[in-house]
């Protein structure tokens, strides 16, 4: 077994994936920032450090990586994934990985998608993106900026030229502003072998999701991450980021997703 596939498994590396980092956000996609600092500093306390874009790189050429890693990943591109998470996690000496919306981003404007409406009503002032000059000042401090597809469909349900346009025109529209672009996060983490091989062909190198049935395994482009949310308290929390927490959830989660994505209603955790 590679490194890379058994990396979410082990005591060395977590990933972790969050979105907004607000008070009273919608449920489910978001975190307390009282909630998401605990989270920090308990990881601090048991001596993780940030995963970075060269700890990805250090793996998929089969090296070991020193020390434990926490690979922070945030999705949608929140405004408050810069305004209050980057600066409490440059505090740790931390950055992570944020994956934008690039249509977006271009006015920071509403992070608005059919399964979201109703929150951008409810909580406009925390469905905002942020900007362009925002992630350029993440990525010249050591964040990660990547894709999350132009309109943030369910890649699976895309017919071959609608997935190439999502996966392209989003990393080309992100690389020109920033120069590169070859991560990325699967919308409501759908994502099976016909979307892994499109996001290759189209230049991506590492790409996020959540385990479902068939994936026993990771690779560099189905890399799975937990999702962390409001109702992740610092005990479970702690539970969740251990090995034995960690594979117990992800043989959990896999026909919880598929039930979800089955009955369309997995946009709350997405």
Not at 245 to 261: C, E, H, N
């Amino acid at each position: 077994m590679s490194r890379v596939s058994r990396l979410g498994r082990t005591a060395d590396a977590v990933f972790l994936g969050y979105h907004a980092i607000a008070e009273n956000g919608p449920a489910f996609l978001s975190l307390s920032p009282r909630s998401f600092e605990a989270q920090l500093d308990f990881l601090v306390a048991k001596s993780y450090r940030s995963g970075t874009r060269a700890d990805l790189d250090a793996v998929a050429a089969g090296r070991r990586l020193p020390g434990r890693r926490a690979f922070l990943t945030f999705d949608d591109g929140f405004i408050d994934t810069f305004s209050v998470a980057a600066p409490m996690l440059a505090e740790r000496g931390f950055t992570g990985f944020v994956f934008v919306l690039p249509r977006q981003v271009e006015d920071g404007g509403a992070l608005a998608w059919p399964e979201v409406a109703g929150e951008v009503r409810r909580h406009p002032e925390v469905m905002r993106s942020m900007t362009w000059d925002m992630a350029g000042e993440l990525a010249q401090s050591g964040w990660e900026i990547g894709s999350h597809t132009l309109t943030h469909p369910r890649l699976t349900e895309l017919d071959d030229g609608a997935l190439r346009e999502e996966l392209e025109g989003s990393r080309q529209l992100v690389e020109a502003r920033l120069g590169r672009c070859d991560t990325l996060a699967y919308p409501f983490g759908a994502w099976d072998a016909r979307v892994e091989r499109a996001a290759a062909d189209v230049g991506y190198r590492y790409a996020f999701t959540l385990p479902i049935d068939s994936q026993s395994q990771a690779s560099p482009l189905s890399i799975p991450r937990l999702t962390v949310d409001d109702r992740d308290t610092v005990p479970r929390f702690r539970a969740k980021v251990s090995v034995a927490g960690r594979t117990v959830l992800f043989s959990q989660l896999r026909p919880l997703v598929r039930k979800l994505r089955r009955h369309q209603v997995y946009s709350n955790a997405e």
